[in-house]
């Protein structure tokens, strides 16, 4: 498999956009507003899942802890993938890993698998060899990626090399639409923490 820089799929994302009719408009908000403003513009797409329905689905229920088998099978026939938004396969190996590819971000593979009570999903960004000044790079990551929900970025490696990750987690207990919700929350902050550190791999140093 090629590992391609998150920036592809960023191009294939905005490309998918536009043919979808869809335009960026800039917005100046409160900080404290950024999660009302990803809800409200993932909204103004009209999404076939929403932050507010899944609220509303088995709220407080509980269940058992999800395999990788059984989670497979319930992603499968989720709204995400029988809408064509999504589709999902599984990769063999010592522990079975689902890619989930996202069409609506331009084809971006998400990896989640079952690791004991936690379900990991992580997004490959860019490999380290792209940052000039890893140390300016590192540091303004840690002031920044709160910016993007249930997610973090971490170095992991792939292929031998060094890649910078896109990662997020939830109870291997947790609900199917909140699974759902991180998968597409993470591919959503793929894109955005993209197009926002841009400058500094190109440059090389914080702006």
Known sequence: MVIKSSAHYQREYRKRLREQGLVKKEIWILPENRKQARSMEKELRKPQISAGSIAGDSAGAKRATW????????????????????????????????????????????????SGDQIVAESVLWPASAVKDQAAFNDTVLRTQNYYPLSTICLGKRADEDYYLMEGCVSAAADINDIVLEIETLANNVIHVTEAYANILQSGSKK
Request: glycine letters at 12%.
């Open 67 to 114: 395999r990788t088998g059984a989670l497979f099978g319930e992603l499968s026939t989720s709204e995400m993938v029988r809408g064509g938004k999504a589709s999902i396969e599984i990769i063999d190996g010592l522990e079975p890993t689902m890619m989930i590819t996202m069409h609506e971000y331009g084809d971006l593979p998400v990896f989640m698998t079952v």
